[in-house]
């Protein structure tokens, strides 16, 4: 069965960054995206980008632009997101969904709580 | 930038119809998706393409999609369907959410 286990919790400073893993599972790692959505408390879902397993090609969104990476390791079927000089306003939880073979997302990972705090 | 708008809250019967909807221009010529969120937990498909239920969502959930808008209808609703609810479509190479509607099952 498909699986996508994100790594722990992550409390971190201001300006800090941060690196979340998403391990995939169950399906051929390399035939389907993987995106990031992030979810501040209490509030809706935000679209921060994706990665192409295969070729390692990412497509960022305007906001996250200069400050989110994504990369993955297709030895251990595992994507990345590293996301940069963090402030409070990234306190969320930061999901990686695997994109299915529309414009859909047909898995979600567990999700990662990232805390930013002084 | 592409929006959706949906209403913050539904509130319905146990075993009435939910109705909720998300606008965006010209959302019919794209694809909707919806997903239920309940609290604590990650989001879950229930409706892709438009129309579409994946494996292991209800026969009661339905969707459709057609000018400036997209419904998600939940007929004969149960307790366990109180949840949020999100749309989703993609805008050129960028994937856009709706904010979201809390249905509460009264």
């Known amino acids: 069965q498909v699986q996508l286990v994100q790594s722990g919790a992550e409390v971190k400073k201001p300006g800090a960054s941060v690196k979340v893993s998403c391990k995939a599972s169950g399906y051929t790692f390399t035939n389907y995206e993987i995106h990031w959505v992030r979810q501040a408390p209490g509030q809706g879902l935000e679209w921060m980008g994706m990665i192409n397993p295969s070729g390692g090609s990412t497509d960022y969104a305007q906001k996250f632009q200069g400050r989110v990476t994504m990369t993955r390791d297709t030895s251990t079927s595992t994507v990345y997101m590293n996301l940069s000089s963090l402030r409070s306003e990234d306190t969320a939880v930061y999901y990686c969904?695997?994109?299915?073979?529309?414009?859909?997302?047909?898995?979600w990972g567990q999700g990662t709580l990232v805390a930013v705090s002084s | 930038s592409y929006e959706l708008t949906q209403p913050p809250s539904v509130s319905v019967s146990p075993g009435q119809t939910a109705s909720i909807t998300c606008s965006g221009d010209k959302l019919g010529d794209k694809y909707a998706s919806w997903y239920q969120q309940k609290p604590g937990q990650s989001p879950v498909l229930a409706i892709f393409?438009?129309?579409k239920r994946p494996s292991g969502i209800p026969e009661r959930f339905s969707g459709s999609n057609s000018g400036n808008t997209a419904t998600l209808t939940i007929s004969g609703t149960q307790a366990m369907d109180e949840a949020d609810y999100f749309c989703q479509a993609w805008d050129s190479s960028t994937v856009v959410f709706g904010g979201g509607t809390k249905v509460t099952v009264l």
């Open positions: 393409q438009d129309t």
């Open positions: 969904a695997k994109r299915g073979s529309g414009s859909y997302f047909d898995y």
